[in-house]
């Protein structure tokens, strides 16, 4: 960083281990550079090393693991311009290693497991997303990851999950109640008991009436709308993709959903749906699709995840733009 940022952007990221969080941060890297975005993983907060959570039976989890008011000190000083010393929480060897100087950045990501918990962090939040893994998912992209590459069995996996559902129901999963949007990655309803998990059914949860954030839609906003896009316009192989666009609620509260069921096979052609997509908040024709195009090996890449995840990203890129013009405005009043 060359100079002190005018505005510091601060952005939350939540949601569980393994649920997609990393290459959803790559793919805002695409937008907001590298240089410009500071990620924060909020891991380094942890009070209590592997060994004190052991012997004390406290899963990191738990808010007791957690320093959160080291937490909010540092997110409020880096909002504010100034530059903390902040913890690292080693994960190889379980124990915390010496602070680290962090300078504060045009955009300030803060991700993992409690972005959204704290009401004082949550305050300082610009804007927030929750990810929403529903359990087979969780389950099939664990045992993907564990199992494959790194060695554990089925019953490691299951374990895992098991033994952090309690305080994962207790403590992370009600984060999604205060999240700005949710991206809820579900089963897809596109073929009878599926068990391979392969084809998802993926849903951006736009909650109604946050500021400064219009939810994106299909055709035309406020309608519900049901779409299997032309098979000739958009290859997809089997069980084909259907879309689906409207308002609905979230745990009581009303929302604007954007739903794509199933995948596609070339992802050039995503520049058919992306024409019929409205208040994504792209600068040119085609930019999302090019966003995506930027990395076809990216998990989810051929499906709603990759396509809702930079529909985010460009939510995040223009909270950004008004929030640093209306600080410029600001200043020259
Ligand atoms: N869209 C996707 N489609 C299929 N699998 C995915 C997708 N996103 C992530 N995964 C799988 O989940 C794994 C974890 O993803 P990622 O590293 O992005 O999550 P994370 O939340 O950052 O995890 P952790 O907190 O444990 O580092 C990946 O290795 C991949 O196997
Ligand atoms: O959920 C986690 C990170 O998102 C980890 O389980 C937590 O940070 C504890 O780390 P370790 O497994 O290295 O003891």
């Known amino acids: 960083m060359s100079s002190k940022p005018k505005r510091v952007v601060v952005i939350g990221v939540a949601g569980d281990s393994g ?28 009070s209590l090393d592997r060994k004190q959570r052991k012997e004390t039976g406290i899963t990191a989890l738990d808010p007791r693991a957690n320093n959160f008011d080291l937490m909010y000190e540092q997110v409020k000083a880096l909002k504010e311009g100034k530059s903390i010393m902040k913890p690292i929480y080693n994960h190889e060897t379980g124990l915390l290693d010496p602070p680290e100087l962090v300078e504060p950045n045009k955009v300030i990501v803060i991700e993992g497991l409690h972005p959204i918990y704290d009401e004082r962090v949550r305050g300082l939040l610009d804007f927030s997303i929750y990810l929403d893994l529903s359990d087979e998912v969780k389950i099939a992209w664990k045992i993907q990851r564990d199992m494959a590459e790194r060695g554990h069995t089925l019953a490691d996996v299951m374990q895992a999950i098991e033994s952090r559902r309690p305080d994962f129901e207790a403590y992370i999963d009600p984060q999604k109640a205060h999240a700005d949007v949710i991206i809820q990655i579900l ?22 009436g946050v500021e400064g954030i219009e939810p994106a839609y299909l055709f035309d906003e406020g309608s519900t709308i049901s779409w299997i896009p032309c098979g000739t316009k958009l290859t997809c192989s089997y069980p084909g993709i259907k879309l689906f666009s409207g308002p ?21 052609e995503m520049v058919y749906i992306e024409n019929h997509l409205s208040c994504i908040n792209t ?28 529909i985010v990203g460009l ?9 640093i013009k209306e600080s410029e405005q600001l200043v020259a009043a």
């Open 315 to 323: 939510k995040m890129r223009a909270t950004f733009e008004r929030l």
């Open 19 to 46: 649920c997609g969080k990393s290459t959803f941060l790559r793919r805002l890297n695409d937008l907001f550079g590298e240089e410009f975005m500071t990620v924060i993983c909020l891991d380094d907060y942890h």
């Open 187 to 208: 089963p897809t309803n596109l073929i009878a008991n599926d068990t391979e998990r392969k084809v998802l059914r993926v849903r951006l949860v736009q909650r109604s």
């Open 283 to 310: 600068k040119f024709y085609g930019e999302l699709t090019q966003l995506l195009l930027k990395h076809p090996d990216y998990p989810g890449s051929n499906n709603g995840t990759g396509l809702l995840q930079i």
């Open 248 to 268: 609905d609620s979230w745990l009581g509260q009303p929302a604007s959903v954007l739903e794509i069921d199933g995948q596609f096979d070339r992802l050039e």
